[in-house]
């Protein structure tokens, strides 16, 4: 069955950075493109960032655009956010799953990342 596992999430100041980790399996992981999604409390889940299959293109949200990176290792079946320049508004659950289309129904548990000083 598929599943997610994020990881990597903690306490950060405003400024500071943060690695999120996905592993993913139960499914062809390097056909699909994969996303990042927050949730923040009081708020709907909301994608911030993407990545093709390949790796060739990558999205990103609005308000993440130059501070938020997107990768993947497709052997490894994992996808990465790397966060720069962290800010409070950015505290959130992220998540990952299929972005290209609908999401899987199943999602994992998130990691929490809390920007604040």
């Known amino acids: 069955q598929v599943q997610f596992v994020e990881s990597g999430g903690g306490l950060v100041q405003p400024g500071g950075s943060l690695r999120l980790s996905c592993a993913a399996s139960?499914?062809?992981?390097?056909?699909?493109?994969m996303g990042w999604y927050r949730q923040a409390p009081g708020k709907e889940r909301e994608l911030v960032a993407r990545?093709?299959?390949?790796?060739?293109?990558?999205d990103y949200a609005d308000s993440v655009k130059g501070r938020f990176t997107i990768s993947r290792d497709n052997a490894k079946a994992t996808v990465y956010l790397q966060m720069n320049s962290l800010k409070p508004e950015d505290t959130a659950v992220y998540y990952c799953?299929?972005?290209?289309?609908?999401?899987?129904?199943?999602w994992g548990r998130g990691t929490q990342v809390t920007v604040s000083s």
């Open positions: 799953n299929r972005a290209g289309g609908t999401s899987f129904a199943a």
């Open positions: 990545i093709f299959s390949a790796g060739s293109r990558t």
């Open positions: 139960g499914f062809t992981f390097g056909s699909v493109i």
